[in-house]
């Protein structure tokens, strides 16, 4: 195909429906195909956690001198009653605990105001 200024233009055909396209086309006008393979995505590297030093079996990551009752949820550390963040149905250690989730703070509720006049008389003796 020759174009009016006298250069040859190239036509990108669709792969799924055959439909001929401009060659400054990025998706195919009938399907919308994309017209060229996107370029390969580099893996990201994830870094490790620090490393620190294992504690014995059955004792606590963070209080070596006492005994472990859960694991971590996350990074599978043993760790000890005081340790455990018990969070949506998962037990997870405070390193865990701070890095994944944000703290709960607890709701407080307040009382609505009642208002100082009321819109009709009550008996300050028996309330009717």
Aim: glycine share 6%; with cysteine; net charge positive.
């Amino acid at each position: 195909m020759v174009s009016l200024e006298g250069r040859r233009s190239m036509v990108k055909r669709c792969s799924r429906c055959g439909y001929d396209n401009r060659d400054e086309s990025r998706f195919c006008s009938s399907c919308g195909t994309p017209l060229f393979a996107a370029p390969p995505m580099k893996p990201v590297p994830v870094p490790a956690p620090p490393l620190r030093s294992i504690t014995q079996p059955g004792m606590c990551f963070y209080h070596p001198n006492l005994p472990a009752i859960h694991i971590c949820s996350r990074c599978g550390r043993s760790i000890c009653r005081d340790c455990s963040i018990p969070r949506m149905g998962i037990v997870l250690c405070p390193e865990c605990s701070h890095r994944i989730l944000p703290p709960m703070v607890p709701q407080v509720f307040t009382r609505m105001p009642v208002p100082s006049t009321l819109p009709y008389h009550m008996c300050p003796n028996c309330g009717r």
